[in-house]
């Protein structure tokens, strides 16, 4: 006669800490790998070559990041474009400047920036400073003149004491070059550390929940870090939009060939610096163009145009969810006292006739 074997009664907090050990493996696993790709926001500024980060300096530099009479017109400043209230950026599809004038571009974000290897969409500016030069000369942004800067600030007794601070041992330190270099040493500070992801680099796997780290797996099982990795996720390299498919016109302009306008070599058509995605669920629109207004829909594209691949609902919904934990602490900012002008100041130019 065969025996019959009693059931042993199931042991659910054994089977539960199984499947948690599991799961924690898991995301220990998944978090050496994102370590080997990514890294944390430091908790302070960087150090920048050539480019001592003095108080005095840093103080300049933010006054005349916010100071409007860098612009002909006294209204617009490097705060109209890199709203720090607002993800660093302005929020429209492309920036208005001097006489109403739409730009070219989307405005990319001043935050965490010096993280860059290059500034502006196309990379043609190396570092900071010299990005700051741009804007305030382009005559459809600031639509200004280094003589016409340098002027208006040595006007103010306040400015040519400040500068002379932060510049010390310079017979005459109000130069444009000198703003530009107190502006970089400014906005050097706008880093935003401790995002939830961050905490995950650090060590913290409850950083991120279960979704979010589905959507950091797909995010490096896709190839995204391709373009996206490093300390900014992006900012490091330059790629051609539309890898394996172009998009259409609506979002990236036939006009716009990219980087191609720097190098004039063929083939830099279209092509750009990989966005940042730090803080990306702040800095809509999204793409040069600033065409696309969702991150799901941005999501989405990219796995198009640079994949090859149609990510479905699922996938794009996840990916969109690990971007999110990108969002570190914005810096909290005081507006500045600016120095009142003075009969010596340039006037403002009209911004129409």
């Known amino acids: 006669m065969i025996k019959q074997l009693k059931k042993r009664p199931l042991n659910t ?48 530099g933010k006054m005349l990041f ?48 010096v993280f860059n290897a290059a500034q502006f969409w196309d990379g043609r500016a190396a570092d900071l ?8 000369q382009a005559g459809v942004e600031m639509s200004s003149t280094p003589q016409r800067v340098e002027d208006t600030l040595s006007s103010m007794p306040d400015y040519v004491d400040r500068f002379r601070q932060a510049f010390p041992g310079q017979d005459d330190p109000v130069t444009f070059d000198n703003m530009a270099t107190a502006i970089e040493a400014y906005e050097a500070t ?15 796997i409850s950083a991120l929940n279960e979704h979010e780290q589905e959507g950091l797996a797909l995010f490096m099982d896709k190839g995204c870090t391709a373009c ?18 172009k998009p259409g016109a609506e979002i990236l302009p ?48 990219m796995g198009t145009a640079q994949l090859g691949a149609e990510l479905n609902d699922e996938e794009v919904t996840a990916i969109t969810a690990f971007l999110k934990t990108l969002t570190g602490k914005v810096p909290s900012v005081v507006y500045p006292e600016l120095p009142p002008s003075t009969s010596t100041t340039p006037h403002p130019d009209p911004m129409v006739p």
């Not at 800490?17 to 430091?42: D, T």
């Not at 009479?69 to 209204?75: E, I, K, P």
């Not at 400073?129 to 305030?136: C, L, T």
């Not at 980087?259 to 990989?274: I, K, L």
């Open 254 to 301: 036939e006009g716009d060939k990219g980087r191609f306008s720097v190098t004039e070599t063929a083939s830099d058509e279209y092509v750009f610096r990989a966005s940042p995605l730090r803080n990306i669920e702040l800095t809509a629109p999204y793409f040069h163009s600033g065409a696309v207004w969702s991150l799901e829909e941005a999501v989405a594209v």
């Open 228 to 245: 996206h990795a490093g300390i900014n996720l992006g900012g490091q390299g330059y790629f051609s939009f539309g890898l394996v498919a």
């Open 129 to 136: 400073a010299e990005q700051a030069k741009g804007p305030v």
């Open 13 to 60: 907090a054994l089977l539960t800490a199984l499947v948690m050990a599991a799961g924690a493996a898991s995301a220990s696993e998944l978090q050496e790998r994102a370590k080997s790709m990514f890294e944390p926001i430091p908790q302070y500024p960087p150090v920048i070559d050539g480019n001592e980060m003095t108080e005095a300096k840093i103080e300049l």
């Open 190 to 204: 706008l880093i935003t550390p401790d995002a939830r992801f961050d905490q995950f680099l650090r060590g913290d």
């Open 66 to 113: 916010f100071e409007p009479r860098l612009s002909a017109s006294h209204l617009i400043s490097c705060n109209t474009c890199h709203n720090v209230g607002m993800g660093g950026h302005d929020y429209l599809p492309v920036s208005i400047g001097h006489g109403w004038q739409k730009g070219p571009r989307n405005s990319p974000t001043v935050f965490n920036a």
